[in-house]
Every structure is written in structure tokens, then in C-alpha cells.
């Protein structure tokens, strides 16, 4: 199936084609998409500039209602957008429903903040008065990776709608199936126009960021890539927000009992096959519980079924594609070289095509010092360095040697212990014997990255705040 374009609620193709494969099985063409260029995101800019006046004179409730109506709709698509993603990404079907029953969550949760947040602020004094109103930027562009594009453009596209703006959308590439659909769900809920999406390749981000009427860029991505987004997007002076790569440290206290949270720190490593921002991607034990705790962990990794998501008995699916795993696959070769211990475990299913599958068994890395390139930088598949330490107070400068702070947890059996803690990972965000947000607080809390790990923030009205500016109003008493 040929996945089209859409511009003001109009499919349309392009001559260039590429085939979307999937990771399990790369002789299984899952669909194809026709690749955009400059002139289809300048002529989806014009249809927006036509569409979004009226969509920001409207009502904050008539906004609200149109994305509710979307929420509504949206848990009876789960099945089609599931079976979409597992074909396209390689991920386990576990994984990619809870990605949509997610985003339904998360689009309720920013329509029941986004009245109190876009309101706007009266300033009174006895010579003199001012209104200070929230308004949209006008059009947004947004960029969306593939590991978690339906979660990740929830983020973007839902914020920026409510807040008065249009959106074009360009999706990955490997991944554009599934986000495809949720955007065509969303433009029948909403006036024709305000959402556009252009499936493309470099050319296409390049334009949308260096486009003179995009007012500001919403981007997820590797740090590199993101670098490049905000120099080009700079000419232009447009506002910028990204998330960007993480190296999440877990940092065991000394004499914790991981018993019982090996399960909840090893599949936070290998979910996805680690392929998202904020898996655990590194381990720090104290030395005297180190044997116990790689014990635990090869037990867990031993446990587990490498094959496709299709086959119920896989606990572990493929990384995206044949460059991935070729990627991965050096990278083991050279910690191997390097001296350090790193052993491949798990089964194979008897439904794993192994010729044609991007797969990657999960790997332990062991015996391996703090300053390895394995520890320093973000592997973004299922390789895991446990790094053993002596000291609790130096293993917090180990910790935060890198560029990134995206997030971070802290084991251990004292919760006082780990609170008084928790600023020392510098990330931003920090969990307490989870690698994970908890609780139906979870959506309340801001999403993003410190240092290299992005800038600004999603979730909730942290992340409505990234789609207004402000404008102030003043006259005399």
C-alpha cells in the first residue's frame, strides 16, 4: 500500500519511492511512501497560513472539543495502529498498544490543563492597565522519530493545536505507517488545513526548519542531528524545542537488595531492544554486591526469547534495520577487543529469521571501566555495561561525565537515602527504585533533557507552554 501525503486534508504522491521493511522479516514490504521536497512544504505552509487564523480566533472549548472528539475515537483504532507499528518498527505488541493507550491519556490530560494555562493574565495599577495574552506562533514544524512516533507526536501536535497553531509533521522514514493513520484520525476532527504531514528524508527536515514562515521547530532525535536543527533553524531566529539523546545511569546504592527490582532495571535496558531515550543504558553496583547482582541480571537475560512480535514466545524483538545491527554488531566486536567481558544471552525463537531479521541478541558487558566508550556514550540497542565502584561519592562524577541528561534512577532501601540523592544524576528526571515514571502523576510531570539532552520541555502544560508566546496589551486608566 502506497502511504500518501497530506496536504489540506488532500492525499498526494510524489515520483521518488521507498519501501518501509520489516526489521523482522526485511522481505516483508510493510508499505511504501513517495518522498516530499521544498516545494510540498511550502505549498502545506501556504494551505496553513489560510487555515490558522480562524482556528486560533476560535474558542479555547471549540479547540478542546475537536481534540476530545479525537481521544474518543481513537482507543477503537488500537488494533490497527498496533498491528501497524509491529510490523514497521519490530517491536513486541506489549510494547506499541501501551504506546497508544498512552497517547489517548495524554491528549485528555492536556485538554483538562490547557483552560488554566492559556488564559490570560490581567496586570492592574491606579495609572494604568495591561492584559497579557498567550498566542500561538502560527505554524509549527514538527519532526518525529520512529522508535516512538505516536507517543512523540501526541506530544507535539496536541500542545501546539491547543494553543491556537498548525502543524506540518514529517515522520521517519523506517516508521511512517502507523503515524500516518493517528494523523488522519486527527485531521477529521479538525478544520482541513491545520495538520499536514510530508514523508520525506533530510531534504524535507532541512526545509521545514529553514522555511521564513515556520515560526518554531519541535524535534526529537539523536544530539547530533539535533545540533543541526537548531544551527539551521537559527537564520530564521525560530523557536526551538528538541529531546534529544540520553545514557540513563542506574546507580545501585551499596548493600541494596535488587531481588526484587531486577526485572523492572533489566527490561527497562532491553525494552524496544533499547532502541528509546530513556532506557536504562548503563549500571553502576557497588563492588561488594556486584557478583550478585550480574548473577541476577544473566538469569533474567538468559530467560529471554529473541524473535519476532508476531510469535507470542518473544520477549525481545529486532533493532529497526540492517544498519542498526551492523552498527551494533561492531560495537560488540570492538568492547570485545578493547578487553572487556561481554557475552551475548537469551533463546532464539524457532520463528526468528535470522538471515533476514535485524536482529541483535541482548549483551552484558562486564569487567569494563567507567571512561568505555560502551558506558560513555549511548549504544541505543540491547548492550548493557555494568560498571562496578568503590566509592558512592566519586561514582556520582562517573556518572555525569557524559553530555547527556535525559534521565536516571537510584535504587536502594531508604527512601530519605534516595530523595536527599536524587539532584546529584544530573538529568531531568530521576526515579526512586524505578526506571520509569509512577502513578497517575506520571502525565503532571515535564519531559525533556539537561545539557545535551535537549531543550524545553513536554507533558502536560509544561509542554503546552512550548506552542504560545506572549503578547502584552497596555492602555492608561
Given at each position: 500500500m502506497k502511504q500518501p501525503h497530506w496536504i489540506a486534508n488532500q492525499a498526494q504522491f510524489s515520483e521518488t519511492e521507498f519501501q518501509v521493511c520489516n526489521p523482522a522479516d526485511t522481505r516483508d514490504v510493510v508499505g511504501i511512501i513517495t518522498l516530499g521536497d521544498a516545494a510540498l512544504v511550502d505549498q502545506a505552509v501556504q494551505s496553513a497560513k489560510r487555515a490558522q487564523p480562524a482556528w486560533a480566533a476560535a474558542s479555547l472549548e471549540t479547540r478542546i472539543a475537536a481534540l476530545l472528539t479525537f481521544a474518543?475515537?481513537?482507543?477503537?483504532?488500537?488494533?490497527?495502529?498496533?498491528?501497524?507499528?509491529?510490523?514497521?518498527?519490530?517491536?513486541?505488541?506489549?510494547?506499541?498498544?501501551?504506546?497508544v493507550q498512552e497517547a489517548v491519556k495524554q491528549v485528555r490530560e492536556l485538554c483538562r490543563v490547557a483552560p488554566a494555562e492559556l488564559e490570560s493574565l490581567t496586570l492592574e495599577a491606579s495609572d494604568g492597565q495591561a492584559r497579557v495574552v498567550k498566542i500561538p506562533y502560527g505554524i509549527v514544524g514538527a519532526i518525529v522519530p520512529w522508535n516512538a512516533?505516536?507517543?512523540?507526536?501526541?506530544?507535539?501536535?496536541?500542545?501546539?493545536?491547543?494553543?491556537?497553531?498548525?502543524?506540518?509533521?514529517?515522520?521517519?522514514?523506517r516508521a511512517p505507517l502507523g503515524i500516518s493513520r493517528f494523523i488522519e484520525l486527527v485531521m477529521r476532527c479538525v478544520p482541513a488545513g491545520l495538520i499536514h504531514l510530508i514523508h520525506g528524508t533530510e531534504a524535507v527536515g532541512q526545509a521545514l526548519v529553514t522555511h521564513p514562515e515556520i515560526r518554531k521547530i519541535a524535534f526529537t532525535g539523536s544530539t547530533a542531528v539535533g545540533r543541526a536543527v537548531m544551527r539551521a533553524a537559527s537564520d530564521t531566529l525560530k523557536s526551538v524545542q528538541c529531546e534529544l539523546g540520553g545514557n540513563d545511569a542506574a546507580v545501585v546504592l551499596p548493600g541494596t537488595d535488587m531481588t526484587p527490582h531486577v526485572d523492572a532495571l533489566a527490561t527497562s535496558a532491553f525494552r524496544r531492544s533499547g532502541q528509546f531515550c530513556y532506557a536504562t543504558k548503563r549500571i553502576y553496583v557497588h563492588r561488594a554486591d556486584a557478583d550478585q547482582l550480574i548473577s541476577q541480571l544473566k538469569t533474567w537475560m538468559a530467560a529471554q526469547w529473541v524473535g519476532p512480535p508476531s510469535d507470542p514466545q518473544a520477549t525481545i524483538g529486532p533493532v529497526i534495520d540492517r544498519a542498526q545491527q551492523a552498527r551494533l554488531t561492531q560495537l560488540i566486536e570492538d568492547t570485545k577487543a578493547s578487553g572487556v567481558t561481554i557475552?551475548?544471552?537469551?533463546?532464539?525463537?524457532?520463528?526468528?529469521?535470522?538471515e533476514y531479521g535485524c536482529y541483535v541478541r541482548p549483551h552484558l558487558a562486564t569487567?569494563?571501566?567507567?571512561?568505555?566508550?560502551?558506558?560513555?556514550?549511548?549504544q541505543f540497542g540491547p548492550l548493557l555495561p555494568v560498571v562496578v565502584y568503590d566509592d558512592l561519592e566519586?561514582?556520582?562524577?562517573?556518572?555525569?561525565?557524559?553530555?547527556?541528561?535525559?534521565?536516571?534512577?537510584?535504587?536502594?532501601?531508604?527512601?530519605?537515602?534516595?530523595?536527599?540523592?536524587a539532584t546529584r544524576i544530573e538529568a531531568a528526571r530521576v526515579f526512586l527504585n524505578s526506571p520509569r515514571p509512577l502513578g497517575s502523576i506520571s502525565d503532571q510531570m515535564p519531559a525533556g533533557g539537561l545539557k545535551q539532552s535537549g531543550l524545553g520541555w513536554e507533558k502536560s502544560v509544561y509542554g503546552i507552554r512550548e506552542y504560545y508566546q506572549y503578547q502584552s496589551i497596555n492602555w492608561c486608566a
Open positions: 474518543d475515537h481513537l482507543p477503537a483504532e488500537t488494533e490497527t495502529l498496533t498491528a501497524l507499528l509491529m510490523r514497521e518498527q519490530g517491536m513486541l505488541r506489549s510494547v506499541v498498544s501501551r504506546e512516533p505516536i507517543s512523540l507526536a501526541t506530544a507535539k501536535l496536541i500542545p501546539a493545536l491547543l494553543a491556537g497553531n498548525a502543524m506540518i509533521m514529517k515522520p521517519a522514514p557475552e551475548a544471552y537469551g533463546h532464539w525463537c524457532d520463528s526468528a529469521e535470522q569487567d569494563i571501566p567507567g571512561d568505555h566508550p560502551l558506558v560513555l556514550e549511548e566519586r561514582v556520582f562524577d562517573e556518572v555525569n561525565r557524559t553530555e547527556y541528561g535525559l534521565s536516571g534512577s537510584l535504587w536502594g532501601d531508604d527512601l530519605s537515602t534516595l530523595q536527599r540523592l
